[in-house]
T-cell receptor
């Protein structure tokens, strides 16, 4: 029933590890996004996909690689995790850019 | 450059009315959105204004003046559950939503 879902909800890992976050939406939207929210609550877009095609790629380290197997799924793989990657990562989807539906978030802690 | 300005904190009492302002500077403007986020939760869409004027949805209203690069969110009949962070966000010509730093609203009994 959930519109936008993400797994896992929490991720605790050590520096240097590789991890993935998965996102799925059942709203039939064409566009999906990854956002990073830091400890000061600043929400910044990282990537956007429209119908499986990458359309926005912000200045993000290339250790971050998104993948969209189909328009309902958008995953985020992070290589060689660093302390500064600790944040909450939100997936979102939309049919209209101004009206976005967010997943519950994945709280990533790198130790 | 692109920037959004909104107050960092606002405090009000239950039953009151509060207005959260947002001014913006952006390359190309297509609309202003508002999102609510409770502690530990996800941002939730509240409203989107593409045209000048007031949009009302229940206790919440949102206003936009494109000529002044200004908008606000008006919350009426405040309830304790309205305590949350409120973000304005601008849709720009790059097809992105650029978020403000958020306004933390505290509603006191």
């Amino acid at each position: 029933d959930t519109a936008v879902s993400q797994t896992p909800k929490y991720l605790v890992t050590q520096m240097g590890n590789d991890k993935s976050i998965k996102c799925e939406q059942n709203l039939g939207h064409d566009t999906m996004y990854w956002y990073k929210q830091d400890s000061k609550k600043f929400l910044k877009i990282m990537f956007s996909y429209n119908n499986k095609e990458l359309i926005i790629n912000e200045t993000v380290p290339n250790r971050f690689s998104p993948k969209s197997p189909d328009k309902a799924h958008l995953n985020l793989h992070i290589n060689s995790l660093e302390l500064g990657d600790s944040a909450v990562y939100f997936c979102a989807s939309s049919q209209e850019i101004g009206i976005q539906y967010f997943g519950p978030g994945t709280r990533l802690t790198v130790t | 450059g692109q920037s959004l300005e909104q107050p960092s904190e606002v405090t009000a009492v239950e039953g009151a009315i509060v207005q959260i302002n947002c001014t913006y500077q952006t390359s190309g403007f297509y609309g202003l959105s508002w999102y609510q986020q409770h502690d530990g939760g996800a941002p939730t869409f509240l409203s989107y204004n593409a045209l000048d004027g007031l949009e009302e949805t229940g206790r919440f209203s949102s206003f936009l003046s494109r000529s002044d690069s200004y908008g606000y969110l008006l919350l009426q009949e405040l309830q304790m559950k309205d305590s949350a962070s409120y973000f304005c966000a601008v849709r720009n010509q790059g097809g992105k939503l650029i978020f403000g730093q958020g306004t933390e609203l505290s509603v006191k009994p």
